[in-house]
């Protein structure tokens, strides 16, 4: 375990393995470094891999204020510059692709390609994910709609560490971050517009792969590969899982996913 300074608020990341580019493993809102538990000393055997934890959450340090977005990208950054990772590939954990992306935009080149793993709404959001969100923001109903949330990532899944994750470790965190969560994203897609046109935004723009098992939907595949034949650079693969972390099931197929589209 290592640590890294973000302003004033100590950042923990594990520092595995050796060889550039190196995977940053970036968690999702509500979520530790533990959820990459499987996955990424797997990927530590073929290349250096760095996790950490956000500010709030896991081991590292709590500010003292609010935070957003803009807060978990200068946390990634901390965590490079500790390093001393030249050349990197985020590997980011649903929403945690808006940092991915943001990286691209202020490192350039040094952040040579994107994972993207399980980001379930990589188009145009449906009313009932905003419904979802807003349901999260309110004091009388987020643990509701956390639950109803839950179940919906957990489908027919019973694997004790997984369910003990979601359930334990995502289900500990308070009203205060799951409001901030739900904040944050909803602000990513008004200001930004969807995950793709995002991504078809930038200029350059650069290779990007998304591992994911939710949603089943084949609609869902086939217009992530409607969208990757005009988009050459960009490329979908859906994982032989069935919850929203698959790295808790398919560890090996995500890590040999990764490796080859890295390598």
Not at 155 to 167: K, P, Q, S, T
Request: net charge negative; proline share 7%; glycine share 6%.
């Amino acid at each position: 375990m290592a640590q890294a300074a973000s302003g004033d608020v100590p950042i923990v990341y594990d520092d595995l393995g050796r060889g550039e580019p190196a995977l940053l493993f970036l968690p999702g809102w509500c979520t530790n470094r533990t959820v990459f538990q499987k996955l990424a000393p797997l990927c530590g055997r073929r290349r250096r891999t760095l996790v950490l934890d956000w500010r709030g959450h896991g081991e590292s340090g709590s500010p003292t204020g609010d935070f957003g977005n803009d807060d978990l990208v200068e946390d990634s950054l901390s965590v490079v510059q500790a390093s001393g990772a030249q050349q990197f590939v985020p590997v980011a954990l649903s929403h945690a692709g808006w940092v991915a992306i943001e990286l691209r935009r202020r490192l350039g080149v040094r952040v040579e390609k994107i994972v993207l793993l399980d980001w379930i709404i990589m188009m145009q959001p449906p009313r009932e994910f905003f419904d979802a969100l807003e349901g999260m923001q309110s004091p009388s109903r987020w643990r509701e709609a956390l639950e109803r949330i839950f179940s919906v990532w957990l489908g027919d899944v019973d694997e004790a560490a997984l369910v003990r994750f979601v359930r334990e470790e995502m289900g500990s965190y308070r009203f205060e971050m799951w409001e901030r969560a739900a904040r944050e994203i909803a602000a990513a897609y008004a200001d930004l517009g969807t995950p793709l046109q995002t991504l078809a935004a930038l200029d350059p723009p650069l290779p990007v792969m998304h591992l994911y098992a939710q949603p089943e939907d084949p609609r869902y595949l086939a217009a992530q590969q409607s969208f990757a034949a005009s988009h050459p650079w960009f490329r979908a693969q859906r994982l032989n899982a069935r919850s929203h972390f698959p790295m808790f099931e398919v560890p090996d197929q995500m890590a040999a996913s990764i490796e080859q589209f890295v390598g």
